[in-house]
């Protein structure tokens, strides 16, 4: 049950990262960055997935006493709710607060048998908390787009600079 639970997250997470995240995080980087970096959504969504892996070890390991499996869960999906929270972090942070309290208390009675639910409600945190709307949505993936045919035009007109000096001249 352990494994399926670990699995389900991290696809969900690269996936979430991935097919739906990518500008929020790409005008992130290219802001933090101060526009020296770039944003590939394979390569950030694959390494964000690993590192929210990493932290669920280490919950593993260190939360020793019995309890069911999910749990180790919550900090990694916190950590994707402040990823991707965008604007209004600040509220997102609160929520996130009191649902963990909420999830961590009620956790402890439910069964281990229970876990793929207690997974669905985490889930679910992450697409409402972690969601910045769709308007957002549309201008970070323009964003993002906007950038990829920058670099675009900045591949060719290079390409046309290094042949230019190969071309024979007209006399």
Avoid at 30 to 57: E, F, H, M, W
Wanted: aromatic share 12%.
């Amino acid at each position: 049950m352990q494994a399926l639970c670990s699995f389900l997250f991290l696809m969900f997470a690269f996936s979430y990262l991935y097919f739906y995240q990518y500008g929020i995080i790409a005008k992130l980087q290219y802001t933090l960055s101060d526009g020296q970096t770039r944003y590939d959504p394979l390569t950030g969504a694959l390494v964000i997935t690993v590192v929210l892996y990493v932290i669920n070890k280490v919950m593993e390991r260190w939360i020793k006493t019995p309890h069911p499996y999910w749990l180790n869960l919550i900090p990694s999906a916190s950590l994707l709710i402040v990823l991707c929270g965008g604007d209004g972090l600040w509220w997102r942070c609160v929520l996130l607060v009191i649902a963990n309290a909420v999830l961590f208390a009620v956790g402890r009675r439910l069964p281990p048998s229970r876990n793929l639910f207690a997974l669905l409600i985490i889930l679910c945190c992450v697409c409402v908390l972690g969601t910045s709307g769709k308007q957002v949505h549309r201008k970070a993936n323009h964003f993002y787009e906007q950038l990829e045919r920058e670099d675009s035009l900045a591949r060719i007109y290079q390409q046309l600079l290094e042949h230019s000096d190969s071309l024979p001249e007209k006399k």
